[in-house]
């Protein structure tokens, strides 16, 4: 397992960030959400990802910036704990629902706690 966030695993597609938030599933473990949708796409990875901070709760975009750059760090260097444990694909979106700035070990607990909830859930629904 390469430890890259390349450009095929990104999700850019405007119709596919659509199509998640409305009929995507929500996985919460303060102060990050998932939502997340199983659903064929064009890459060669399991999993397409964006994130997000929202300006609402980070008012300058320094600040967004920040964040969104430490939770890429964190998903990159943990995602093998998702890819290795699905068989279908998935596209993610990550979202940031804190007004602080977070520690990076801080966040990269939050996202470990998410990937468990989130294998949790998809083994419940029976959809992996």
């Known amino acids: 397992m390469k430890y890259t966030l390349g450009k095929d695993e990104k999700l850019k597609s405007r119709k596919l960030i659509e199509h998640l938030f409305g009929e995507g599933?929500?996985?919460?473990?303060?102060?990050?959400?998932?939502?997340?949708l199983q659903i064929s796409h064009d890459s060669e990875f399991p999993i397409k990802v964006g994130f997000s901070v929202p300006k609402r709760m980070v008012k300058f975009a320094v600040d967004r910036n920040r964040i969104k750059r430490m939770m890429r760090e964190v998903y990159r260097k943990n995602k093998y704990?998702?890819?290795?444990?699905?068989?279908e694909s998935y596209i993610f979106m990550f979202i940031y629902t804190n007004k602080?700035?977070?520690?990076?070990?801080?966040?990269?607990?939050?996202f470990k706690?998410?990937?468990t909830k989130f294998l949790t859930k998809i083994e419940e629904d029976g959809q992996d």
């Open 81 to 87: 704990l998702i890819s290795e444990n699905i068989k």
């Open 100 to 110: 602080e700035e977070p520690k990076y070990t801080d966040l990269e607990e939050v």
């Open 113 to 115: 706690k998410v990937f």
């Open 25 to 36: 599933k929500r996985v919460k473990s303060f102060p990050i959400q998932l939502i997340y």
